[in-house]
């Protein structure tokens, strides 16, 4: 689910950048992507400027003739004051310095130059979305302000003084009495469009009982009040807006009038990403979670009932396991009801132990022999083996992609000593792992313990991350892939060329594999674009030392042309379809024309071969092995 939506119009920027070859590529590089740029050459035209162009986003370089872009950034802000205008700062450097000094000027972005045309302008969407998002919410509750005047005036300075006495002494924030209290005189309150609602939102952090119990009471307070610092400043231009605390960690935000229902959703969406961020307590890096309930009303009712309806939509969020928000439903339609029942029922999979993981082998097709295999999830429920494309993406949405990354990794390890002791050597098993789980300090665990109660090579290992998830937030990312790779696993970048690399962070990144996307695969025989983004990853890849592994192998004519493009290893129908664990030995022994007996070595597979056999069986294999090797 996008977090915010992209701006619904075409809109404008400023571009502060002095080279004229960079000016006209930026402008014709957004232009396609609808953004309209105009161009000022230094600080003195920039400011000039700003009145007459108005612009939705100021993007400037750091380094001008005549001043610099930090300064010129800070000038901005001062100049336009509240208004939503991002300013992100576009740089050929990216030191850590540069980017604090972007940070601390009031920039909201930092972008290295590069000609990633389209990541920029889906910056840009987001940052001037964001923005505008922010003023609209902002601004419904100052147009309530008015329409109540005075009479608002006497009840905000009667609950002040209330709040004196009804406040939480933690946090300073309401408590629930307080809470109830100011809600229900704004439920009250005349409304200017009786078509806004109200919404309430409920939050309350996940596991935070085991926070309190492992690092002490201490530490737990400490969370909470950075939970409620981060609370108030997320929505701190939002005047009319409660917040109180209402137990030991759960809070809830009376919005007293929003333009739509849907802005209560994106509230939920802010309020989750801000507190998803690691917080600092009993002097320790934490990661608090929190779930969501919320729930809207168009016309006056109790605070107490509203409050109710929101305790029912976070049990809901809570059933699916945290990390998630959900809305009070009074009558669930028809699809709401299937997709609730398969969220519920993919909840219990785990413990059911419906989810399985079938392998298919990666195969270094100029030795023929198995380089690895990759884990894939189905999910068994009742008589359908359901694809991961059905049943993943619900999964991220609800935040079990978490538990399942980490189930993944185990049993894929185990599954490798279980083959080894039927005599299967199995050099390196690839795992599926979600962008977003990257920055969740249990994956680093979850890696760990499973590497040592199978007593595997780090190397076994390889976690496959999509290029897109982590290219989202290349910083975060950045640091997480490093604390992984010292655990010795391998990285790989999954569906690769989809994304948008940036070519100074991909030499950055401590990856060791590319995985070219099936879609260029698929087309290799058709499109000469595709041999040439085939060519050009290769040879990036041989450039940067990383290996290269092909998706999507269906025909022999892509096997031939990628072996010729330099591709290091392929995966595909060709060879084999992904395969429940039992069959893998036997499919080895078939493609390898070897069986147990004998030793083979090699960085792919090792299997006791008996002498002789493997020629005799290998001979028998027709020059397509598709035919006879589909499972
Ligand atoms: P992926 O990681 O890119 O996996 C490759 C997908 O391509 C697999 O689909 C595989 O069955 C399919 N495939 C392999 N060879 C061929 C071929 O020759 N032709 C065609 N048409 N397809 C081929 P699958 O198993 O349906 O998985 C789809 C996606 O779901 C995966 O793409 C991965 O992104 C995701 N996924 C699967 N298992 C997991 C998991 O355990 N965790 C996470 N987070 N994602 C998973
Ligand atoms: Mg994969
Ligand atoms: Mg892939």
């Keep these: 689910m996008p977090l915010l939506r992209p701006p619904n119009r075409r809109f404008r920027i400023l571009l502060v950048e002095d080279d004229p070859a960079w000016q006209h590529l930026v402008a014709t590089g957004l232009a396609e992507h609808g953004i309209d740029v105009h161009g000022a050459p230094g600080v003195a035209r920039a400011l000039e400027s700003l009145e007459a162009v108005r612009p939705d986003a100021v993007v400037l370089d750091a380094i001008l003739p005549d001043g610099n872009g930090f300064d010129l950034c800070r000038r901005i802000r001062a100049l336009i004051g509240e208004l939503p205008v991002p300013i992100l700062v576009f740089s050929g450097r990216d030191d850590e310095a540069s980017i604090e000094r972007a940070f601390a000027a009031g920039a909201a972005d930092f972008f290295v130059k590069s000609l990633q045309w389209k990541l920029l302008a889906e910056r840009l969407a987001q940052l001037v979305s964001a923005a505008q998002m922010r003023t609209e919410l902002a601004s419904s509750q100052r147009r309530l302000d008015r329409a109540k005047g005075l009479a608002l005036l006497a009840h905000e300075t009667a609950r002040r003084t209330r709040e004196l006495s009804s406040s939480d002494p933690l946090t300073g924030l309401l408590n629930r009495k307080g809470f109830l209290s100011a809600a229900q005189e704004l439920l009250d309150a005349p409304r200017e469009d009786p078509a806004q609602p109200a919404a309430l939102l409920l939050i309350d952090l996940d596991r935070f009982n085991r926070l309190n119990d492992t690092l002490g009471a201490a530490a737990g307070d400490e969370a909470l009040k950075e939970v409620a610092t981060r609370l108030r400043q997320a929505f701190r231009n ?177 599954q490798v000593r279980r083959w ?30 499973a590497l040592d109660s199978t007593g595997l090579e780090s190397s076994t290992l390889e976690l496959e991350l999509t290029e897109t998830g982590v290219m989202r937030d290349i910083k975060r990312s950045l640091d997480s892939l490093q604390g992984l790779k010292q655990l010795g696993v391998r990285l790989a970048l999954d569906d690769f060329g989809t994304g948008y690399s940036s070519l100074a962070y991909l030499t950055q990144l401590p990856i060791d594999t590319l995985k070219i996307d099936r879609s260029f ?9 595709s041999r040439a983004v085939v060519r050009s990853i290769t040879a990036l890849a041989q450039a940067l030392g990383l290996s290269t592994v092909a998706e999507g192998v269906e025909t022999r004519a892509q096997l031939d042309s990628l072996r010729a493009l330099g591709c290091d290893e392929v995966q595909g129908y060709f060879y ?15 493609f390898d024309g070897t069986v147990p007996g004998a030793v083979r070595t090699g960085p792919g597979v090792a299997l006791r071969a008996v002498p002789g056999a493997g020629d005799a069986a290998r001979r028998s294999l027709p020059d397509d092995p598709a035919g006879t090797l589909r499972l």
């Excluded at 999910?379 to 949405?397: G, H, K, M, T, V």
């Excluded at 084999?576 to 078939?590: G, I, Q």
């Design 576 to 590: 084999a379809r992904p395969m429940p664990a039992d069959e893998l030995p036997d499919w080895t022994r078939r």
């Design 420 to 449: 080894q002791a039927a005599g299967l050597e199995v050099s390196t098993v690839s795992v599926n792992i979600h962008a977003r789980h990257l920055e969740q300090p249990e994956l680093a665990r979850a890696v760990s313990q």
């Design 238 to 414: 939002m005047p009319g807006i409660v917040l109180a605390r209402l137990a030991s960690d759960e809070f809830a935000l009376l919005f007293p009038a929003l333009r739509t229902a849907a802005a209560a959703e994106r509230a939920a969406q802010i309020a989750m990403t801000e507190l998803s961020r690691p917080l600092t307590c009993g002097g320790l890096d934490c990661v608090v979670r929190a779930s969501v309930g919320l729930a809207t009303t168009a016309v006056p009712m109790r605070a107490d009932a509203l409050l109710a309806q929101a305790g029912q939509a976070l049990s809901a969020a809570k059933s699916l396991g945290g990390n998630c928000s959900r809305r009070f439903q009074a009558e669930l339609g028809h699809a709401d009801r299937e997709r609730f029942d398969l969220e519920a029922a993919l909840h219990q999979a785990l413990d059911r132990h419906e989810l399985v993981l079938h392998y298919q082998p990666i195969v270094d097709p100029r030795s023929r022999r198995l380089a690895g295999v990759e884990a894939l999830m189905r999910w068994q429920r009742d008589d359908r083996l359901l694809s991961p494309r059905e049943f993943i993406p619900i999964a991220e949405e609800t935040g079990l992609i978490f538990r399942m990354g980490e189930w993944t990794v185990a049993e894929a390890l185990q």
């Design 521 to 529: 695969v698929d087309k290799l025989g058709e499109s000469g674009q």
